[in-house]
């Protein structure tokens, strides 16, 4: 049977191409001589048109998304001192930061809850898992977001007072962000895991590498600049959230001379130096702390639509804005689709988890893919795909970040400054891409993928900056 019987004549003449949403995709085409026909289609907007109406009407918004932006893009970043979480974040007595939105022991996921009775028993505030337990369960662990502290932590993101913390200045705005130490992949107290292992580990971070870090780089002639490392590393594969290799090797090239000439036990020295090579997320708890920085710039800025902060805690998924200050906007975790470890599978990964989120609310991590092809390996898709995200991400934000130059896109900023109008109008989400944690307390890391804030955050804050819009005209 001919093609004309069997198909009406479809495959007759030449293909002919339909693109349906942003132009993206259909410029591309046409830049290769395709004829594309464009359908008019995008996914349904986000939000009540009355709330939309009324954001984008608000005589504020442009100036104070430039001011905001303007903050944002000045922001620096130093490592000035490395010291323990009592001493930089105020932990006082039974005191435990978290990832992402306030969370109570009864709403903690797995992972979380993992990550707190490890916590618990790193610090000798119980002596078992069932005492841990029993200790959270009754309220005598204090628990807050590490958000609240000026301090981020990746994926559950515990922090305890007798962990060292990364100590990080913005030598242009004058914040103070901070953040503990990377304990590597795998069975980490990060991913939920609690065994003697990882306590192992923990302890040696606090007796040892701690120590040796803060001597460190106290004797640096000049502070490590964390911000230029992070925009180096795009220019090498890197894109600062799930891939940090050359971050962490340039990281582990700028304290090497200043670790070796420590008068400290050569044993000792050449442990902290094979556990910082060995790392290849070492960078990752600097890049962090870099992002928080210059977000933080961007806060309290009356009439900005400019996300600060996306988190999450294995239970919620939280937002800021920069016009409406400290308020969460929240809703519920997604679970990542991605690459598994081992014979880990969908049904083993626990919902969308850490603070790393604030890499994309920077600009880099999921949103500056194009500078990693390689990612693809790690968290799933295609090195199309990989481009596509991020040229899908301009689209969704209020500027360019010259600093974070992708070097495939012709040395284009990174897409910088998520903005809640645009996301509202498009429809289109963030993308996000993490690790993912095993949904049992104790498993571990199960893999890594990609995930997208649910809708309802960005509801909430078109609606609460709606109304900001509607008082401010009013008065």
């Not at 065994?195 to 640096?220: C, F, H, I, K, Y």
């Not at 490590?224 to 090498?236: G, H």
């Not at 995200?389 to 360019?400: D, G, P, S, V, W």
């Amino acid at each position: 049977m001919t093609s004309t019987g069997a198909l009406g004549g479809l495959l007759d003449g030449p293909p002919a191409v339909v693109a349906a949403g942003v132009e993206v995709f259909s410029g591309s085409l046409r830049a290769q001589g395709v004829p594309v026909g464009d359908v008019d289609w995008r996914p349904p907007a986000i939000g009540e048109p009355a709330d939309l109406a009324a954001l984008a009407l608000d005589p504020r918004r442009a100036a104070a998304n430039r001011t905001a932006v303007e903050r944002v893009l000045a922001a620096g970043s130093v490592l000035t001192d490395v010291r323990p979480a009592r001493e930089t974040l105020g932990l006082e007595g039974r005191v435990l930061l978290h990832s992402g939105p306030p969370l109570t022991w009864e709403a903690a996921s797995g992972p979380m809850r993992g990550a707190l009775i490890g916590a618990c028993l790193f610090e000798g505030w119980a002596s078992t898992v069932e005492d841990a337990e029993a200790l959270l369960a009754s309220g005598g662990v204090t628990l807050d977001p590490c958000h609240h502290h000026s301090a981020v932590g990746p994926m559950a993101g515990v922090t305890s007072p007798s962990m060292w913390t990364w100590c990080l200045e913005d030598p242009v705005n004058g914040g103070r962000a901070y953040c503990n130490l990377n304990e590597g992949l795998g069975k980490v107290l990060r991913m939920g895991a609690f065994n003697e292992e990882v306590l192992t580990r923990l302890a040696w971070m606090r007796d040892v590498l701690g120590p040796l870090l803060s001597r460190a780089v106290r004797s640096m002639a000049e502070p490590l600049d964390v911000k230029a490392v992070l925009a180096q590393m795009l220019q090498m594969g890197d894109e600062g959230h799930n891939r940090n290799r050359a971050g962490s090797l340039m990281t582990l090239r700028e304290l090497s001379p200043a670790l070796v000439a420590l008068d400290a036990p050569s044993a000792d020295t050449a442990a902290a130096l094979a556990f910082i090579g060995g790392n290849e997320h070492f960078f990752l708890n600097l890049g962090m702390p870099t992002a928080k920085l210059a977000m933080d710039a961007a806060r309290d800025v009356p009439g900005s639509t400019m996300v600060t902060v996306m988190a999450r805690n294995g239970t919620e998924f939280g937002v800021q804005t920069a016009g409406t200050g400290d308020r969460w906007f929240t809703g519920p975790a997604q679970t990542p689709v991605g690459l598994f470890l081992g014979d880990y599978g969908p049904e083993d990964a626990n919902p969308d988890i850490g603070d790393s989120a604030i890499m994309e609310t920077y600009g880099v991590g999921g949103f500056s893919m194009a500078a990693a092809p390689a990612i693809v390996r790690f968290v799933g898709g295609s090195v199309p795909d990989a481009l596509a995200t991020t040229e899908r991400m301009y689209q969704l934000t209020l500027a360019e970040n010259p600093a974070m130059a992708i070097p495939i896109l012709g040395f284009r900023g990174a897409p910088t400054g998520i903005d809640v109008l645009s996301v509202a109008r498009t429809g289109w989400l963030p993308q996000i891409n993490t690790g993912m944690a095993g949904r049992v307390a104790g498993t571990g890391q199960v893999g890594a993928g990609l995930v997208q804030p649910p809708r309802e955050c960005f509801e909430q804050a078109l609606a609460a900056l709606a109304q900001e819009a509607r008082a401010a005209t009013a008065a």
